[in-house]
């Protein structure tokens, strides 16, 4: 059965900086993207970043040059550093685990974690 | 980037009716949609694939069609437990943008 447990949210200041991560288990790493996608309170969904099996990486244009996304196999982890956070970032973050042949779309999700970024 | 719009944006049914929702994309997507379903406080759940390819597990009154600019969804006789918000996702741009939303509730 795939897990993903996402953890690391929380307050944080405009302009400071929170580090993301989620333990994913019941498939093999390697072989699958994962993905981040947010939710701002009331609102859509929206895709932050991906990062395929080999390592390549994907961000939207609201995020790029801000967050960065990145794995550790040995550890079945995914990361997402967050840096010069806005208001507009608060969001809760769902990690998925990437449909077969996909860098885009989940097909197994966590629960979320809730960062808000207020002063 | 692709822009996704979706119609309606509520759509208000009665358990058995037969429901659709439409999703229309800024430039051609050949095939590459994903349809999700959404309750408060969850996590998304994807059902469809590929435009038409069923996940496993989904019930099979669920249903996608469509390629290029205009995709459906539906739902052929709606259930209690499928009372919810419904996203479609491209995937043929690296954007991977969502759609913003069918919130299908109770009439």
């Known amino acids: 059965e795939v897990q993903l447990l996402e953890s690391g949210g929380g307050l944080v200041q405009p302009g400071g900086s929170l580090r993301l991560s989620c333990a994913a288990s019941?498939?093999?790493?390697?072989?699958?993207?994962t993905i981040w996608v947010r939710q701002a309170p009331g609102k859509g969904l929206e895709w932050v970043s991906s990062?395929?099996?080999?390592?390549?990486?994907y961000y939207a244009d609201s995020v790029k040059g801000r967050f960065t996304i990145s794995k550790d196999n040995s550890k079945n982890t995914l990361y997402l550093q967050m840096n010069s956070l806005r208001a507009e970032d608060t969001a809760v973050y769902y990690c998925?685990?990437?449909?077969?042949?996909?860098?885009?779309?989940?097909?197994?999700w966590g629960q979320g974690t809730l960062v808000t970024v207020s002063s | 980037d692709i822009q996704m719009t979706q119609s309606p944006s509520t759509l208000s049914a009665s358990v058995g009716d037969r429901v659709i929702i439409t999703c229309r994309a800024s430039?051609?997507?050949?095939?590459?949609l994903a349809w999700f379903q959404q309750k408060p406080g969850k996590a998304p759940k994807l059902l469809i694939y590929?435009?038409?390819s069923l996940e496993s597990g989904v019930p099979s009154r669920f249903s996608g069609s469509g390629s290029g600019t205009e995709f459906t969804l539906t739902i052929s006789s709606l259930q209690p437990d499928d009372f919810a918000t419904y996203y479609c996702?491209?995937?043929?741009?690296?954007?991977?943008?969502f759609g913003p939303g069918t919130k299908v509730d109770i009439k």
């Open positions: 590929k435009a038409s």
């Open positions: 998925a685990k990437g449909l077969s042949g996909s860098n885009g779309v989940g097909d197994s």
């Open positions: 430039q051609s997507l050949s095939s590459w």
């Open positions: 019941g498939f093999t790493f390697t072989n699958y993207a």
């Open positions: 996702q491209q995937y043929n741009t690296f954007s991977f943008t």
């Open positions: 990062i395929s099996g080999s390592g390549s990486t």
